[in-house]
Nanobody, 123 residues
Framework: QVDLVESGGGSVQAGGSLRISCAAS?????MGWFRQAPGKAREGVAT???????RYAASVKGRFTISRDNAKNIIYLQMNSLKPDDTAMYYC????????????????????WGKGTLVTISS
């Protein structure tokens, strides 16, 4: 069992930046961020392996950066040039196996999930 705790959500204006974090209770290979806006399906944002291989959704590529501190079992999501469409509950998730296509699959196959942190972007 791996527990995941997100932090750092909040409200910012469009064009602003925000960084959210996720602390895991132990080392696990693939960690990532997924989001769900009200009335919409969950979608993948980014994943990162313990070897620092990253994958991004097309909608955030170039604006968001995922990173991890393996010593602390923490991942981060630096979000820049934020848009109102980025408003969502952001969930941290993890799985012991490869990240593969977890972003494209909207998180299907991720075994552990945090409770989420809310990100609100105002226009």
């Amino acid at each position: 069992q791996v527990d995941l705790v997100e932090s750092g959500g909040g409200s910012v204006q469009a064009g602003g930046s925000l960084r959210i974090s996720c602390a895991a209770s132990g080392h696990i290979n693939c960690m990532g961020w997924f989001r769900q806006a009200p009335g919409k399906a969950r979608e993948g944002v980014a994943t990162i392996s313990s070897g620092d291989t990253t994958r991004y959704a097309a909608s955030v590529k170039g604006r968001f950066t995922i990173s991890r501190d393996n010593a602390k079992n923490i991942i981060y999501l630096q979000m820049n040039s934020l848009k109102p469409d980025d408003t969502a509950m952001y969930y941290c998730a993890a799985v012991r196996t490869l990240c593969s296509d977890k972003v494209q699959r909207g998180g299907a196959g991720m075994d552990y999930w945090g409770k989420g942190t809310l990100v609100t972007i105002s226009s």
